[in-house]
């Protein structure tokens, strides 16, 4: 973040790294996963346990662009035909919504429990029911951007996650770990989770190979580019789509949002900030 950072204030042209692209850039290479291998085989041991009725909770952690979505979106997409797949964002919200990520899903739940979501009757109708309709199938149920969740989600990510012995369903958490102060409610939430039943992944930047790799030839100093973006996914990507003129507007918005939101937020708690910057969807 921090070399981003320089670069976007001291741009230089042509080029975001001084010299001008070798001939047309390639197509963003979204559909490029590499190495996360691991990450996907830890989440397919976790939907194979759930359907077997063991139920998980599985922690996907990194800073924004690492590619938290991308690697989650490629597992769900493999499982998405023989289990039930359920996407629960949340939003970094000056006013949080209670239980909001549940409500963009009402339209998939069933009446009984959309109207348990309504009344505000959480511990004793709504997070029951909840479980035990994650009861009736395997499932899959992604909460992305928790480190953005109100009260009220965390409160039933920590009721379905301490209860998942014997369900078949699979919890997948997505948050930024750099973000989280210490005394941040998620910490709380995650530490109260069995540790039995609870699976860690923690997502490292690309190596300085991988990036050279999704550079191809269309960048004529693949290590320049490892060096700027510091293996950052969603940072490498968006260079590599970009005209070559200077830093693309894409990750330059990212980072003064992710600056400015944990400027905010050490000026109001003397910790990092939990707001502010944009989903991370790389």
């Given at each position: 973040?921090?070399k981003i950072a320089a670069t976007v204030g001291t741009q230089r042209?042509?080029?975001?790294?001084?010299?001008?692209?070798?001939?047309?850039?390639?197509?963003?290479?979204?559909?490029?996963?590499?190495?996360?291998?691991?990450a996907l085989a830890t989440l397919n041991a976790a939907i194979a346990?759930?359907?077997?009725?063991?139920?998980?909770?599985?922690?996907?952690?990194?800073?924004?662009?690492?590619?938290?979505?991308?690697?989650?979106?490629?597992?769900?997409?493999?499982?998405?035909?023989?289990?039930?797949?359920?996407?629960?964002?949340?939003?970094?919200?000056?006013?949080?919504?209670?239980?909001?990520?549940?409500?963009?899903?009402?339209?998939?739940?069933?009446?009984?429990?959309?109207?348990?979501?309504?009344?505000?009757?959480?511990?004793?109708?709504?997070?029951?029911?909840?479980?035990?309709?994650?009861?009736?199938?395997?499932?899959?149920?992604?909460?992305?951007?928790?480190?953005?969740?109100?009260?009220?989600?965390?409160?039933?990510?920590?009721?379905?996650?301490?209860?998942?012995?014997?369900?078949?369903?699979?919890?997948?958490?997505?948050?930024?770990?750099?973000?989280?102060?210490?005394?941040?409610?998620?910490?709380?939430?995650?530490?109260?989770?069995?540790?039995?039943?609870?699976?860690?992944?923690?997502?490292?930047?690309?190596?300085?190979?991988?990036?050279?790799?999704?550079?191809?030839?269309?960048?004529?100093?693949?290590?320049?580019?490892?060096?700027?973006?510091?293996?950052?996914?969603?940072?490498?990507?968006?260079?590599?789509?970009g005209d070559g003129s200077g830093v693309p507007l894409s990750v330059?918005?990212?980072?003064?949002?992710?600056?400015?939101?944990?400027?905010?937020?050490?000026?109001?708690?003397?910790?990092?900030?939990?707001?502010?910057?944009?989903?991370?969807?790389?």
């Open positions: 973040m921090a042209s042509p080029g975001v790294l001084g010299v001008t692209p070798v001939g047309p850039l390639q197509k963003r290479p979204e559909a490029l996963l590499l190495e996360r291998e691991d346990a759930a359907a077997q009725g063991q139920g998980c909770c599985v922690l996907v952690a990194g800073e924004a662009g690492i590619g938290k979505s991308a690697v989650v979106d490629r597992f769900a997409r493999q499982h998405d035909a023989q289990v039930r797949t359920l996407v629960a964002r949340c939003d970094a919200m000056f006013t949080p919504r209670p239980l909001g990520p549940l409500v963009d899903l009402a339209e998939r739940l069933p009446p009984s429990l959309g109207q348990a979501l309504h009344a505000g009757q959480t511990y004793n109708g709504l997070f029951p029911a909840f479980l035990d309709w994650l009861r009736q199938t395997t499932t899959l149920l992604v909460f992305e951007d928790l480190h953005w969740a109100d009260a009220a989600t965390l409160d039933l990510v920590r009721y379905v996650g301490r209860r998942l012995d014997g369900v078949g369903a699979a919890l997948v958490l997505m948050y930024r770990d750099d973000e989280l102060a210490l005394a941040h409610p998620l910490r709380q939430v995650l530490g109260s989770l069995p540790g039995a039943s609870t699976h860690r992944i923690m997502l490292a930047p690309l190596s300085e190979d991988a990036v050279t790799r999704m550079a191809g030839h269309a960048w004529p100093s693949p290590q320049d580019l490892y060096r700027v973006t510091g293996g950052n996914p969603f940072f490498v990507t968006e260079v590599l789509a330059r918005d990212a980072v003064l949002a992710r600056l400015g939101g944990i400027d905010a937020g050490r000026s109001r708690t003397g910790t990092t900030g939990e707001r502010g910057a944009p989903s991370d969807r790389a």
